[in-house]
């Protein structure tokens, strides 16, 4: 069965921490997709990378960076944890060509305390 | 810019009602459009998808989706709603070949007995 998977469901973190969030797809995708999602405002992208060592900014940016020094794994790296990133972060991944969709992560909810 | 909005954020449904719900997009090209469905806690899972062709395409778990370029809407329906459907539910807009999706602030669904 194909997927995505997020290292953490669940995880709490301290302000000021640096906190990586993994993801890792066994589909051979070329595409990764890091969104948040908060109440009321839907899912807003926050980088992605269509290729080893691309990426991309999305949406919302600001706070956050990311690696993807692997096709299969592309991390989400909070420089310094604030408590407005306490949100659900969902990972995603979807083939380099013609537009099939995403296949999603289970999410990770990260509060920030 | 491309974008979809889905008007009703909250709705309530009976057991064994018929359901629809709205979506609708803004879109320069030929756009593809997507359902997602999300459990309580869980990531996002495709329901159907459009790309072209026949305008009422047809989904996992009984759901269907109407495509009417005229009135740039997406609706999702179901004809008999079951206590397990209760979920939120995504729509989202992309390009044919560019894989970048925006979706929806999402429609949350609860369905009474």
């Known amino acids: 069965d194909v997927k995505v998977t997020q290292s953490s469901r669940y995880l709490v973190k301290r302000t000021g921490e640096k906190v990586f969030l993994e993801c890792v797809q066994d589909m051979d995708h070329e595409n990764m997709f890091w969104y948040r999602q908060d109440p009321g405002l839907g899912l807003r992208l926050i980088y992605f990378s269509y290729d080893v060592k691309m990426k991309e900014k999305g949406d919302i940016p600001e706070g956050y960076s990311v690696s993807r020094e692997k096709k299969e794994r592309f991390s989400l790296i909070l420089e310094s944890a604030s408590t407005n990133q306490t949100s659900m972060y969902l990972c995603a991944s979807s083939p380099k060509h013609r537009n099939y969709g995403y296949t999603f992560g289970s999410g990770t909810r990260l509060t920030v305390v | 810019a491309q974008s979809v909005t889905q008007p009703d954020i909250h709705i309530t449904v009976s057991e064994g009602a018929s359901l629809e719900l709205r979506c609708n997009y803004s879109?320069?090209?030929?756009?593809?459009l997507f359902w997602y469905v999300q459990s309580p806690g869980q990531g996002l899972q495709l329901l159907l998808k459009y790309f072209s062709g026949d305008t009422l395409v047809q989904g996992i778990k009984g759901f269907e989706a109407e495509f009417k370029r005229s009135q740039s809407s997406f609706n999702l329906r179901k004809p008999s709603v079951h206590w397990s459907d209760a979920a939120e539910y995504f729509c989202?807009?992309?390009?044919?070949?560019?894989?970048?999706?925006?979706f929806g602030t999402g429609t949350r669904l609860q369905v009474t007995l």
């Open positions: 989202a807009v992309g390009a044919v070949w560019f894989s970048k999706l925006t």
């Open positions: 879109y320069g090209a030929t756009p593809y």
